[in-house]
């Protein structure tokens, strides 16, 4: 594979053409309105695992519209005193899976809150949460659910969601609420720049190689999945194309980025033709915090850093959080 995208000296200038739309704001304040309509009713349960070092509960929490979603909190095993609180979010197509796979961030001294995503997991991982809301037709996967409505969009459910899981984790005694961070790969990523932008008060955020920014050249500039199921959506429904351009600049990354404030730690991999570099930088360079950095992965496709990139995050995090680093 080569490297296909603009020159990296020209991607740490390059600015999206996404449009904003003007209700924007308020399109989002009323739908997390609606959405707090309904109690949170977040439940923790303690799970027995083989995990001695950990502590595990299965999370139950109101999505949007009421909806239960699924979680998993890990905390260090005999947590007395609240900690700390990295929020991740699952890539595209996967789900929580299984409570054993997720020992980075406890193992590191954090709560480590991991949401579902509803309607996803049979791609990997497995999940366990429904989407009760059906949409008109599709392409198969989820980018193009409700396309043609950003009411009805399957990411403002999704969205939504990772905004209430923010708020489920920070219920919990044995958290941290003044110190929760958002993080996530891919979709997860996506999700983290989108939750930075509607929840002010986070103390950092992480989002890797990040998906869902900067929908007018990701949907031109690569054949590969998700993004390619826009194109193809638009291939059978001739004619839509404004249409569907409107909606996704409800939910573009760019959008949530320029209004995004804590201390923020993106990842880019120059080869990575599912989410290609210059819509990773179009969000990390309309990300409005003064605190922000973007590691670059030269010959890197969309595994990016992989676990370089974690200990890059320890070794960044500790900082943001005041704590000591270990």
């Known amino acids: 594979m ?24 308020q399109f989002w304040a009323d739908t997390l309105a609606e959405t707090r309509g309904h109690a949170l009713n977040a439940r923790f349960e303690p799970v027995t695992t083989a995990l001695t070092t950990l502590d595990i509960f299965d999370v139950t929490f109101a999505g949007f519209g009421g909806h239960p979603v699924k979680g998993w909190l890990v905390l260090p095993a005999g947590t007395a005193e609240p900690l700390p609180v990295v929020v991740e979010f699952i890539g595209y197509g996967g789900g929580r899976g299984l409570p054993h796979t997720h020992l980075l961030w406890a193992s590191a001294g954090f709560a480590h809150f991991v949401m579902d995503t509803r309607g996803q997991g049979g791609g990997w991982g497995g999940g ?24 009805e969009f399957y990411y403002r459910r999704l969205f939504t969601d990772a905004v209430r899981a923010v708020e489920a984790a920070r219920s919990h005694p044995l958290v941290d609420a003044t110190r929760t961070v958002a993080a996530g790969i891919s979709q997860g990523g996506g999700i983290t720049v989108a939750v930075g932008g509607l929840v002010p008060d986070l103390v950092a955020i992480a989002p890797d190689v990040p998906f869902l920014c900067d929908f007018p050249r990701a949907t031109t500039v690569t054949d590969r999945d998700p993004y390619r199921e826009v194109g193809r959506y638009l291939k059978t429904y001739r004619g839509r194309t404004e249409r569907v351009r409107r909606t996704l600049s409800y939910f573009d990354g760019v959008h949530f980025a320029s209004r995004g404030r804590a201390p923020a730690l993106f990842s ?10 210059s819509t990773v930088f179009a969000a990390f360079n309309a990300y409005a915090g003064q605190d922000k950095t973007i590691e670059v992965y030269d010959f890197n496709d969309h595994e990016g850093g992989g676990p ?15 704590v000591s680093a270990r």
Not at 128 to 151: C, K, M, Q, W, Y
């Open 268 to 277: 880019v991999a120059l080869e990575d033709q599912t989410c290609p570099p």
């Open 308 to 322: 370089f990139q974690q200990a890059v995050q320890l070794a960044w995090l500790p900082e943001r959080l005041g």
């Open 128 to 151: 366990d949460t429904p989407d009760p809301v059906g949409s008109a037709s599709s392409n198969p996967g989820f980018l193009t659910r409700g396309i043609e409505d950003p009411h």
């Open 2 to 25: 080569s490297l296909f995208d603009l020159p990296l000296e020209k991607l740490r200038d390059y600015r999206s053409a996404s449009t904003e739309p003007e209700d924007f704001d």
